[in-house]
T-cell receptor, first 112, second 110 residues
Framework: DAEITQSPRHKITETGRQVTLACHQT?????MFWYRQDLGHGLRLIHY???????NKGEVSDGYSVSRSNTEDLPLTLESAASSQTSVYFC???????????FGPGTRLTVL | DAKTTQPPSMDCAEGRAANLPCNHS???????VYWYRQIHSQGPQYIIH???NNETNEMASLIITEDRKSSTLILPHATLRDTAVYYC???????????FGQGTRLTINP
């Protein structure tokens, strides 16, 4: 069955380190999204992509970057991890306009 | 995208219908109403969406008022597994982004 996966599911890192969170979907969806979720803030959009080589900033993009070299993957990179980036990160994908987004299981990142 | 307002929490007895309200008084003509839910520690799950007509699927029904300023998500026979945070989201036609608010924490009681 087609699916969307995230790895790792849990990650502990140190301040200043570069971290990459993987997101992989097998639906061949053009649109992919990264959100973070913190207590009291709900889900907030970090970056998104509408297709290969396309990336866009969301509402909380500072300190994060993404690249889209193929349809299936949208890795999220924290260039220099900060404690404020401790959060649960969700990846999502959707096929086209008006359709629902399908979310991955999440990655819990702790920055010490 | 229009702003939505939902009660922070609600309770419902198992087996009864759960009715979750959402206010979106500034919605514009090309904006759809979407509902998602998030069960503890999992990624959000799509439930249903609509423009102006009432919609029903295997999970729920969506009732949108005639003026489109509010809507109600109905879970007809709530079970304990329906305990989750429910998000009402307004999304413009052609827009791909979802803007999540705080949602309603629904607790189904045995």
């Amino acid at each position: 069955d087609a699916e969307i996966t995230q790895s790792p599911r849990h990650k502990i890192t140190e301040t200043g380190r570069q971290v990459t969170l993987a997101c992989h979907q097998t639906w061949n969806h053009n649109n992919m999204f990264w959100y973070r979720q913190d207590l009291g803030h709900g889900l907030r959009l970090i970056h998104y992509s509408y297709g290969v080589q396309d990336t866009n900033k969301g509402e909380v993009s500072d300190g994060y970057s993404v690249s889209r070299s193929n349809t299936e993957d949208l890795p999220l990179t924290l260039e220099s991890a900060a404690s404020s980036q401790t959060s649960v990160y969700f990846c999502a994908s959707s096929p086209d306009y008006y359709n629902e987004q399908f979310f991955g299981p999440g990655t819990r990142l702790t920055v010490l | 995208d229009a702003k939505t307002t939902q009660p922070p929490s609600m309770d419902c007895a198992e087996g009864r219908a759960a009715n979750l309200p959402c206010n979106h008084s500034t919605i514009s003509g090309n904006e759809y109403v979407y509902w998602y839910r998030q069960i503890h520690s999992q990624g959000p799950q799509y439930i249903i969406h609509g423009l102006k007509n009432n919609e029903t699927n295997e999970m729920a029904s969506l009732i949108i008022t005639e003026d489109r300023k509010s809507s109600t998500l109905i879970l007809p026979h709530a079970t304990l597994r329906d305990t989750a945070v429910y998000y009402c989201i307004v999304r413009a036609q052609g827009a791909q982004k979802l803007v999540f608010g705080q949602g309603t924490r629904l607790t189904i009681n045995p």
